[in-house]
């Protein structure tokens, strides 16, 4: 059963850093590529960032480039995002996924997603 599991999630300040986790089970996340993707009150879930399976190729929403990085440690079944200078528009609910196939190198589409956590809050005060 494949599970997916955020944390490092809270409240926090303008310009402050945040790490977040999504620890997996259930699958090797060496195999597939990851994304995390965000909710804003009274918004649709949106792409935020996305990691290749292989090539380490990693791809961005303009509105985090630059102060956000994707990353994972295959040994410990884990992919994070680091955020840095964070802003109150970053305020959401952030997710991690898992592609839908092991073919996609990253992917921004959330239908290119199969397997989803239940996300942790992060709330940005200005």
């Known amino acids: 059963q494949v599970q997916l599991a955020e944390s490092g999630g809270g409240l926090v300040q303008a310009g402050d850093s945040l790490r977040l986790s999504c620890t997996a089970s259930?699958?090797?996340?060496?195999?597939?590529?990851m994304g995390w993707f965000r909710r804003a009150p009274g918004k649709e879930r949106e792409f935020v960032a996305s990691?290749?399976?292989?090539?380490?190729?990693?791809v961005y929403a303009d509105s985090v480039k630059g102060r956000f990085t994707i990353s994972r440690d295959n040994a410990k079944n884990t992919v994070f995002l680091q955020m840095n200078s964070l802003k109150s528009e970053d305020t959401a609910v952030y997710f991690c996924?898992?592609?839908?196939?092991?073919?996609?190198?990253?992917?921004?589409?959330?239908?290119?997603?199969?397997?989803w956590g239940q996300g942790t809050q992060v709330t940005v005060s200005s």
């Open positions: 259930g699958l090797n996340i060496a195999m597939w590529a």
């Open positions: 990691l290749s399976r292989r090539s380490g190729m990693s």
């Open positions: 996924a898992r592609a839908r196939s092991t073919s996609y190198n990253t992917a921004r589409d959330q239908d290119d997603y199969n397997y």
